[in-house]
């Protein structure tokens, strides 16, 4: 039934994605890229919210959904109707893993809670992906990238000094608690083998969005107020963002002090700017940032950004180009890494897909499942996994079921 590659970590896993929109979709997928067997079960009409955000792709997908779901299936069910529920509990009988992010209490309101899922399965494991601790008092919240974006403070420190607050340019915080439930997803099948049992995994978009303030986190709690914001610059690396030639940007990441005194001998050919007492350390040019800065800004304008990147790279410091998104995804080395592979599409003839960034082995994991049309596995699924006849899978279509 499955399009499977034995020699992925994760063949044998088959996965139940019950989610929707980002984090609980993003989960699933890197599942299914380390070898799961996904089944993402969707409303028979609707689908999941994001068919319909961004870019069209056929009649049924974009490039927002195409974005999420690659290697799984999708079984379309009405999780209202009471046979929607049976097969749903079915199919999860069948599942190593349960993906869900119902609003709180909602799972448990049709049946298929944590609870009432692994009566006689207590191997299970089971993810619920929520915007709040599902143990507070803001467990009914209802959690959103953006919001949880300004609430975690995230906002505050992105941007330029003086100007608003400002969020990431994607769902950082859906990203993140995607790849942070899939890690948990990960520990949990690993310590299921040692002791046959399952796990209730309880993510929520508030603390993984906390968990990505990192060292600007720490660095408020010392200051016991908010840190300054630099834009593309660094808080306490000097000199690191985006600078201007003559001719053009470049990005400059200057590491550490060896670095710095090879940047001011070798590229900017300024051997007394890292002889003064003022920018030796890295917390000295952070200290002395105002002195510091229009000296290299100058230097760097001096020069053509080609004639930069080739001195840089020659001494060994990080360097590049700034690149539009298109021209980053159509690069040589982009091309290269194999990172962008065309799947067949039944309506568009073919569509692109973003591939797993892993590699075994040296090989990286095929995109073995193009991101499904709605309901494309429906009748395989339900007929191959669960044994429901043609004939009563016609049924069930006809009641609105599938």
Not at 60 to 85: C, H, I, M, P, W
Not at 258 to 274: A, K, L, M, N, W
């Amino acid at each position: 039934m499955f399009n499977q590659t034995a020699s992925l970590p994760l063949a044998g896993v088959r996965v139940l994605d019950i989610s929707r929109v980002l984090a609980g979709p993003w989960c699933a997928m890197v599942l299914g890229d380390l070898g799961a067997e996904v089944i993402k079960v969707e409303h028979p009409e609707r689908g999941d919210d994001t068919r319909d955000w961004g870019l069209r792709v056929g009649s049924t997908e974009t490039a927002y959904f195409n974005s999420v779901n690659r290697n799984k299936r999708s079984v379309t069910l009405d999780l209202q109707k009471a046979e929607g529920q049976r097969l749903l509990r079915e199919l999860a009988a069948k599942s190593d893993v349960v993906i869900q992010n119902f609003k709180f209490g909602g799972a448990e309101k049709l049946g298929l809670g944590y609870e009432q899922l692994k009566e006689g399965q207590e191997d299970l494991i089971y993810c619920s992906i929520s915007g709040y601790d599902r143990t507070g008092p803001e467990a009914a919240r209802p959690g959103y990238d953006l919001v949880i974006q300004g609430e975690t403070g995230l906002m505050a420190l992105n941007g330029e000094a003086g100007q608003p607050p400002l969020k990431f340019g994607v769902a950082a915080v859906d990203l993140f608690t995607g790849m942070y439930s899939a890690q948990a997803v990960l520990a949990a099948l690993y310590e299921r083998q040692r002791t046959g049992k399952g796990r209730h995994i309880e993510m929520a978009l508030f603390d993984c969005g906390l968990m990505i303030t990192s060292y600007y986190g720490l660095e408020a709690l010392i200051k016991g107020e908010d840190p300054p914001r630099y834009g593309n610059a660094h808080p306490s690396i000097m000199p690191y963002g985006v600078f201007d030639a003559s001719d053009g940007s470049l990005v400059i990441a200057v590491g550490n002090n060896h670095q710095f005194g090879r940047f001011c001998r070798e590229v900017i050919e300024r051997p007394d700017i890292v002889e003064d007492e003022r920018f030796r350390t890295n917390i000295d040019r952070a200290a002395n940032r105002e002195a510091l800065v229009p000296r290299l800004l100058q230097e760097i304008k001096a020069r053509k950004r080609e004639v930069l990147l080739e001195r840089l790279e020659r001494a060994g410091i990080p360097c590049g180009t700034v690149l539009g998104l298109h021209e980053a995804l159509t690069s040589q080395r982009t091309q290269a890494g194999g990172l962008v592979a065309i799947q067949p599409h039944p309506e568009g003839g073919h569509m692109h897909v973003l591939a797993p960034p892993y590699r075994f082995d040296g090989e990286r994991p095929p995109v073995r499942l193009g991101p499904p049309v709605l309901g494309e596995g429906t009748y395989d699924v339900l007929r191959s996994l669960l044994g429901v006849p043609d004939k009563d899978i016609d049924r069930l279509k006809a009641e609105g079921v599938v």
